[in-house]
């Protein structure tokens, strides 16, 4: 049987990686990657694989401390963004219960406005708050202006 594919990054394109990770980090409760092992700090590993202090800055990762989810790279490009985002994340301001219940709506509804007040201190900017089918979520944008929504 063949084995299935699992994800490893998912990549973001970024004017600045560092400061992305950063946000995202807060957002989805990341952490910034460590150095590999051996090195103290990343500059160790990077002037260890000759690359060119100039390139230093072109990517940065956040992972998930529980070691669950993908990892996030937000790698340099040149170019701005240009249009609306094909693909966005979702995040939830709230968690589940211990036994798996989702908690009332109420509480939901404070968590989530409790999560954009962390995001706009972060750098988030709010593009719309909607309102459809008996479900409320919050639209952002990041520092760089990639759409997201927050439930």
């Known amino acids: 049987m063949p084995r299935a594919s699992e994800i490893f990054n998912i990549a973001f394109d970024a004017a600045d990686p560092r400061r992305l990770a950063e946000f995202w980090a807060v957002a989805l409760g990341y ?11 990343w500059e160790e590993a990077l002037v260890a694989w000759n690359v060119p202090e100039a390139d230093w800055d072109s990517a940065s990762a956040i992972i998930d401390p529980r070691g669950v989810l993908p990892r996030l790279l937000f790698q340099k490009v040149p170019e701005p ?30 968590a989530a406005a409790a999560k954009v007040a962390e995001l706009l201190a972060a750098g988030a900017t709010v593009v719309a708050t909607v309102e459809e089918y008996g479900n409320t979520w919050t639209v ?12």
């Not at 952490?31 to 700090?41: A, I, R, S, V």
């Open 31 to 41: 952490q910034l990657e460590p150095p590999p092992d051996g090195f103290g700090t």
């Open 81 to 110: 963004k240009t249009a609306k985002n094909r693909v966005h994340l979702d995040v939830r301001g709230w968690r589940y219960g211990a036994g798996g219940e989702v908690p009332p709506e109420a509480e939901r509804l404070a």
């Open 140 to 151: 952002l944008q990041d520092p760089e202006g990639n759409e997201f929504c927050v439930t």
